[in-house]
């Protein structure tokens, strides 16, 4: 389900009119989020760490109000929910695109993912379908191999693309603590930099 926002008394017009000319309104913003707490919890349970701290970035994805908001037919809608189409490695070297319904229980959501995770790592190409082509998920993705400290992500200007782009790294030790690199791209049109650090601190809150 959805709604319309009224742009003509929203307190963001302005803001959306400028930004929505722009050949590229993204912007992005990096930082290290602490995530010992549940790197303990996900060993503890035997959950995946991945699949763990997934969902508590969409718990703070779904509570962040202006990450739910997408620009359809030139109007700003809001989502009830946002679910998650995540890339998924293979053996090979190769990734595809999945759709992880978005869950408040951990435990539904994990299976969900897990199943689609499995049927994957089976199949060869993008994997490209409906259920990629949402525009009420986020797009996810994990780059275990690097601790990067920025990160920019592939764009296309004949598409009008506002769906926002998460992204972490390889996790590291630095004084006792595991911290995790965790890139948010966001259309400028939709949201400022005050709604990520909300976002952000929602998460942080959640991984301790």
Same mark, same amino acid.
């Given at each position: 389900m959805k709604h319309t926002v009224d742009i003509e008394h929203w307190n963001r017009k302005e803001? #959306?009119?400028? /930004? +929505?000319?722009?050949?590229?309104? #993204?912007?992005? %913003?990096?930082?290290?989020v602490d995530c010992t707490a549940t790197y303990q919890q996900s060993k503890e349970k035997g959950v995946s760490f991945? &699949? &763990? =701290?997934?969902?508590?970035? *969409?718990? $703070?994805?779904n509570a962040t109000e202006p990450f739910r908001y997408r620009i359809e037919d030139g109007t700003v809608v809001c989502y009830d929910v946002i679910h998650v189409s995540s890339t998924v490695g293979r053996s090979d070297g190769t990734f !595809?695109? +999945?759709? /992880?319904?978005?869950?408040? +229980?951990?435990?539904?959501?994990v299976t969900s993912a897990t199943r @689609?995770?499995?049927f994957l790592k089976e199949t060869s190409g993008l994997n490209f379908?409906?259920? $990629?082509?949402?525009?009420?998920?986020?797009? /996810? =993705? =994990?780059?275990?191999? %690097? =601790?990067?400290?920025? &990160?920019?992500?592939a764009s296309s200007f004949? %598409?009008?693309d506002c769906v926002p782009k998460i992204s972490v790294g390889k996790y590291y030790t630095a004084k006792g603590r595991i911290l995790l690199p965790l890139s948010v791209t966001v259309h400028?049109?939709? *949201?400022? !930099?005050?709604?990520?650090?909300?976002?952000? @601190?929602?998460?942080?809150? +959640?991984?301790?």
């Open positions: 803001h #959306f009119q400028f /930004f +929505s000319k722009f050949d590229d309104p #993204f912007f992005g %913003i990096t930082v290290n991945f &699949l &763990l =701290s997934l969902h508590k970035v *969409m718990n $703070a994805v !595809g695109f +999945s759709f /992880f319904p978005y869950d408040p +229980s951990l435990d539904t959501f @689609e995770i499995a379908n409906d259920a $990629a082509r949402r525009t009420d998920v986020i797009h /996810f =993705s =994990s780059v275990p191999w %690097i =601790s990067f400290t920025d &990160l920019k992500h004949g %598409i009008n400028h049109a939709l *949201m400022d !930099g005050y709604h990520v650090a909300q976002f952000i @601190e929602r998460l942080q809150q +959640s991984l301790l």
